[in-house]
């Protein structure tokens, strides 16, 4: 029954959102396809409560590059980049900035997240030139598979599968799969699976309990 009533909520929010998907294209044809689905992300990340989500989901889903089953994107989450991939049952807390990002699926991230594009964004080597009009350089990021992002993390580099990334962290450099990783920068701590992860945690200053894992994020 539930299951039934899920799908009836996606049948209508795809009906609702249609109108501003044909307008989306139609801008996009005009002014390009970044700037029109930036404009149409921040307006959807306004619409409050599950009503949002499921018409957010909609939009998503007929405008980015893929927008999975079940995946859910918070109130205040924009994202600039058409070329997104959101992955199945992944979930995108509240207030979260978005580049051109690959989360994969049962992706966790927290609120205030932000995922971006590289640190090589604006070019900085001229002092003659604003660093607004020197060319930069956008990596597209991946988060893998079942990770999970601390709130308030700031991710510019691909983050593996099965990862942790603790809340307030800076990723600068590539994370591989199943580690956990804390601060700015973010540093590796563990591994989740060799069983020291909650020895690592301790060491970092936090109390060896699953409460205290669940503290990090």
């Known amino acids: 029954m539930k299951s039934l009533a899920k799908s009836t909520l996606r049948v209508l929010s795809t009906v609702i959102v249609l109108p501003a998907v044909a307008l989306?294209?139609?801008?996009?044809?005009?002014?390009?396809?970044?700037?029109?689905?930036?404009?149409?992300?921040?307006?959807?990340?306004?619409?409050?409560?599950?009503?949002?989500?499921?018409?957010?989901?909609?939009?998503?889903?007929?405008?980015?590059?893929?927008?999975?089953?079940?995946?859910?994107?918070?109130?205040?989450?924009?994202?600039?980049?058409?070329g997104i991939r959101i992955g199945c049952s992944a979930y995108i807390g509240n207030f979260c900035s978005l580049g051109n990002v690959s989360i994969e699926d049962d992706v966790l991230i927290a609120s205030h997240v932000s995922v971006m594009n590289g640190c090589h964004q604006h070019g900085t080597s001229r002092l003659d030139i604003p660093i607004r009009d020197q060319p930069g350089e956008f990596i597209p990021v991946t988060i893998g598979t079942g990770s999970w992002i601390g709130e308030h993390a700031t991710v510019a580099a691909d983050v593996g599968r099965h990862c942790i990334v603790g809340a307030g962290s800076l990723v600068l450099k590539p994370i591989a799969d199943y580690a956990i990783a804390v601060g700015s920068p973010a540093r590796v701590i563990g591994d989740r699976r060799d069983g020291t992860a909650l020895e690592n945690l301790a060491g970092a200053g936090f109390s060896p309990d699953e409460e205290s894992v669940a503290d990090v994020c």
């Open 24 to 82: 989306c294209r139609l801008q996009a044809s005009l002014v390009g396809a970044e700037s029109a689905f930036s404009g149409w992300s921040e307006l959807f990340s306004l619409l409050p409560g599950v009503t949002g989500e499921y018409l957010r989901h909609a939009f998503y889903r007929l405008c980015a590059e893929s927008c999975g089953d079940d995946a859910c994107i918070g109130f205040g989450t924009i994202s600039a980049h058409p």
